[in-house]
């Protein structure tokens, strides 16, 4: 099975403060995303990565950035916390077009900015 | 417009009822279609992915697409309180790796 897997489940941190959010994929995919999931608004893109030290801007990157080092780990950089982050944010990855883009999940990381 | 159009629901339904979750979608360059399904304060799972237009079916689960009308379909039979959760409808092309979500069904099956 596809393992996708946020080192953080919940978090809370105060406005300003710098925030990481890592993910791991154990299954070898070239691409890696990040999303954000609001209600009434779904999932919203931020960034997407396909391939190491690759980036490529989504939807809703102000605020954010990302890094991508090695093939199976992909992070989330907030600079400086604001409340209006405060969100659950999902890490995913895929094989691509050849696996159909097929994505898989992680179990997402609940931020809360006071 | 949205690319997806998904109705969010609420859709509450009895134990055992037939179920059907659709989407619409505008760019007829769509050519893979998914659902996933998300339980409360967890990430979304995969359901059932399919390529061109046409029915799969994997246990009480149909998937359907109707490319000419750009419409696809999610059948869940003998539905039960399990399947509660919210349904999300996904579809991409097949010249990039971007997938578009539709914002999901919120599911209840009464038992």
């Known amino acids: 099975d596809v393992k996708v897997t946020q080192s953080s489940r919940y978090l809370v941190k105060r406005t300003g403060e710098k925030v990481f959010l890592e993910c791991v994929q154990d299954m070898d995919h070239e691409n890696m995303f990040w999303y954000r999931q609001d209600p009434g608004l779904g999932l919203r893109l931020i960034y997407f990565?396909?391939?190491?030290?690759?980036?490529e801007k989504g939807d809703i990157p102000e605020g954010y950035s990302v890094s991508r080092e090695k093939k199976e780990r992909f992070s989330l950089i907030l600079e400086s916390a604001s409340t209006n982050q405060t969100s659950m944010y999902l890490c995913?990855?895929?094989?691509?077009?050849?696996?159909?883009?097929?994505?898989?999940f992680g179990e997402g990381s609940w931020l809360t900015v006071v | 417009q949205k690319e997806v159009e998904q109705d969010p629901g609420p859709l509450s339904v009895p134990e055992g009822a037939i179920v059907s979750l659709n989407c619409t979608y505008s760019n007829s360059a769509f050519q893979y279609f998914m659902w996933y399904r998300q339980y409360s304060r967890k990430g979304p799972e995969l359901l059932m992915y399919?390529?061109?237009?046409g029915n799969k079916e994997d246990g009480r689960f149909t998937a359907q697409v109707d490319k000419s009308s750009k419409y696809i379909s999610l059948f869940i039979r003998d539905s039960q309180p399990s399947d509660s959760a919210t349904y999300l409808c996904a579809m991409s092309a097949a010249s990039n790796q971007k997938v578009t979500f539709g914002i999901g069904t919120k599911l209840q099956v009464i038992p």
């Open positions: 990565s396909y391939d190491v030290k690759m980036k």
């Open positions: 995913a990855s895929s094989f691509g077009p050849s696996s159909g883009n097929t994505i898989y």
């Open positions: 399919t390529y061109s237009s």
